[in-house]
């Protein structure tokens, strides 16, 4: 089997744990296995020459910035590769531009192109272990890229696709994908699978583990991702295509994000082309909305428009809002709301799981605010008070904790 | 002009530094020059990263340390670059590769093939500040490979010549060429000018300001280089081809080396062969060896044969001759011995120049131990307590102070 693996910043966040990470590739390839692994930088590294660069500038060039953010991949690989060695397992070390990652030109958050797999086969076939430094390309000038925050998992995925690896190991500080978070519910449970979209729904609700951007690329590519942690040798989370008799699982999550805070505009005239124009202004200062309510309108043909943004981007939404040169009513902001998701396969195919999910919360005097759902999702806006008790009452009521 | 300015890691060891850089290159980029700058890693960095390395291996793999290795000035090379565009002064930075220096596959001591200058001159004909990472290259494999200890200087003298540059500017914390240590002598005088054979002998005699590799080079390449200082406005030291009126100066400096240690092995048969055969096995184990010196033979057809090296490698020195299989006399070794030279092209045309050392050590009574003469230099062995004393006097023998 070639089975791609993938250790984040924490993982490798000190010479003990690149040591810990070297014993664990050495059995793996003592086990038979044909090993690729895809390092990030030791964690606070990254944070450090970022530090450095905005102490010269607050805006630093991009071009400039991926040259210097690369340098802590290739540190941890490097390292990495002497580690494997020195235990006897033949090792190589490459950075991005030697395993073939050809990416846009689109500095800081490139996106690959194509990857030339050939150095690498050929360094797997000399019985190689081959150490790729994450997070990393070139472009076309020869220049190089990164791939943005979390790109060392994109890389991995994308190397798992090019080599056509039997999985892509993804490991972390967390041993696999939950039901919901355990901090919150300690009830929570380990699920053996998830399907890529469910993985996809759970990732961009707020379950930090697998970023999304590697998620829907291993779905592109049908590369089998496993969530598991570098600290212990239980069974992670298999996240691949959902099965048929997945559908028997109604729900698969709970997922909460914190980071939301409410807009909502009253008596905006019911005019064609006005939420267009609210939410084009939005955009082009790079706020992020996510949901959008619009009620029908009301006997005085004004209606009342309600989005949410991340609650960084409040104030800069405000000030959208406010230099609106249309006629519209008060503006009611409230950034102590959260996100509280249910998420499953299972939906598409049954009736009634929203309606549990109301009843739910209902039943615990929580009010919604605010709904939005999707063939495999329903996220609701809640009063933030209620985060804990909102995602424990639906990790219940779904019975995730049996 | 084109004029390439190289700082060292001390002159880039803190953020504050790199500023006080960046002010220094955009002073002379306003004066109207075009300017590539070649950097060394933060002080320390580099020797931090051979400590990560040594973790976990003692003989780490060398195509990995390169790797490792080539990091530190990556970082430095952006961080300038960012710093020089925040100032508004346009610049560009790149790595060994990106700046078209390919090496031989000598890895952690590559030795510069070629340079393909045009990536470089394309963006100096841009208008740009050209920002290179230095100490490194790639080899024809694509492979990352480093120059060795003090492969900045080589990197800066090698594209100084590959863009026919009008003069290499090497900054460091001393702002010139002395006559000797100014901290054993504080007459000691910064020359304006010193040859490139004459920097060559005070490099490999002990003077540290300039890398003899990279004063080799700019000989071979016939670049005017220039020892600065980059804390201070004063005028340095300009290492150029000698010229005629030079021959009137006889002497330029006095060079210390307290890394010196004698053996000497009594009653060697004065057959052909034997000192060719103890030299080799010194070869072969990778020992220095200086100055050799063998005296013509006793009237027992028996001779004494004396040579330095490195104090560092005295041990093993003693263990290879040791080992010798051929009947050879008592060994005698003296680590406290240091080698003090005096240094110049005009003793070519000069007769007398050593007697005048021989007649000023002698009046202070130090006994000379080892003499080796070159066309521009004399070097003497002495005990190394009379250090010191030994390079004031040779100074004033020669008006130095003047």
Known sequence: MLIVHKYGGTSVGSLERIENVATRVAKAREEGNDIVVVVSAMSGETNKLIEYANNFSSTPAKREMDML????ERVTASLLAIALQ???????AMTGRQAGILTDSNHTYARIESIDSKPMQSEIDKGKVVVVAGFQGINRDGAVTTLGRGGSDLSAVAIAGALHADACEIYSDVDGIYTTDPRIEPKAKKMDFVSYDEMLELASLGAKVLQNRSVELAKKLNVKMIAKSSFS?????????ETEDMEAVLVSGIALDRNQARVTIREVSDKPGIAAEIFSKLAEEGINVDMIIQNASTTDGTTNLGFTVPTSEIEQAKAVIEAFD????????????????????????HTGVAATAFCALADENINIEMISTSEIKVSMIVSEKYAELAVRTLHASYNLDK
Do not use: N
């Open 69 to 72: 953010l690369s340098s802590g």
């Open 86 to 92: 020195e235990r006897g397992v033949d090792a190589i």
């Open 233 to 241: 040798d239980a069974e992670g989370t298999v996240i691949g295509e």
């Open 326 to 349: 249309h006629d519209i009513g008060q503006m009611d902001l409230d950034d102590s709301v959260c996100k509280v998701s249910v998420v499953g396969v299972g939906m598409k195919s």
